[in-house]
T-cell receptor
Framework: ETGVTQSPTHLIKTRGQQVTLRCSSQSGHNTVSWYQQALGQGPQFIFQYYREEENGRGNFPPRFSGLQFPNYSSELNVNALELDDSALYLC??????????FGPGTRLTVL | GDSVTQMEGPVTLSEEACLTINCTYTATGYPSLFWYVQYPGEGLQLLLKATKADDKGSNKGFEATYRKETTSFHLEKGSVQVSDSAVYFCALSDREAAGNKLTFGGGTRVLVKP
């Protein structure tokens, strides 16, 4: 059984640029959730996708957007990057009511 | 809204010492409770979970009991090893909310010295 994978591992961008992060969900899971983890803090919920539809959103501005594909993989897009967007971005997959399993994360640095 | 409070670290222990990390929660519904562990440079790994009052989750020598009356889910291990050095996160999932999003505490860093 393949676990949750994320790409890229690390990314460096400059303020104002746009970034796309990718996540492949674990086999058998139809739900993907994205979290932002700033250094030294707990993860914060960004949004969740269930069967290609957004199914809940945290307190993040509209420049954070996402997609889920028919194979349940997902993308997180961030426009107009700000310095405070520097963080570890975590993807988790699950069935809609079940335990979430996390990928290794993408470390984004905004200069 | 939902929230999780856990003790601040770092917690520094000697090998074979007992570990307790306190976690309390506030939730409008009837949550499931989790402990996740994060090793340096890695994502989160599920350590254990409990889905109803008085349930005990356990894994790799760690235990936590869902206490509804005190809204707590304290993590315990009787004898820690150097390999237990990591950051531990308490989290809840409110089943009455849409989906199963997780609300995390701020994390507790544990350092075990040989």
């Amino acid at each position: 059984e393949t676990g949750v994978t994320q790409s890229p591992t690390h990314l460096i961008k400059t303020r104002g640029q746009q970034v796309t992060l990718r996540c492949s969900s674990q086999s058998g899971h139809n739900t993907v959730s994205w979290y932002q983890q700033a250094l030294g803090q707990g993860p914060q919920f960004i949004f969740q996708y269930y069967r290609e539809e957004e199914n809940g959103r945290g307190n993040f501005p509209p420049r954070f957007s996402g997609l889920q594909f028919p194979n349940y993989s997902s993308e997180l897009n961030v426009n107009a990057l700000e310095l405070d967007d520097s963080a570890l971005y975590l993807c988790a997959s699950s069935s809609i009511t079940d335990t979430q399993y996390f990928g290794p994360g993408t470390r984004l640095t905004v200069l | 809204g939902d929230s999780v409070t856990q003790m601040e670290g770092p917690v520094t222990l000697s090998e074979e010492a007992c570990l307790t990390i306190n976690c309390t929660y506030t939730a409008t519904g009837y949550p499931s409770l989790f402990w996740y562990v994060q090793y340096p440079g890695e994502g989160l790994q599920l350590l254990l979970k409990a889905t109803k009052a008085d349930d005990k989750g356990s894994n790799k020598g760690f235990e936590a009991t869902y206490r509804k009356e005190t809204t707590s889910f304290h993590l315990e291990k009787g004898s820690v090893q150097v390999s237990d050095s990591a950051v531990y996160f308490c989290a809840l999932s409110d089943r009455e909310a849409a989906g199963n999003k997780l609300t995390f505490g701020g994390g507790t860093r544990v350092l075990v010295k040989p």
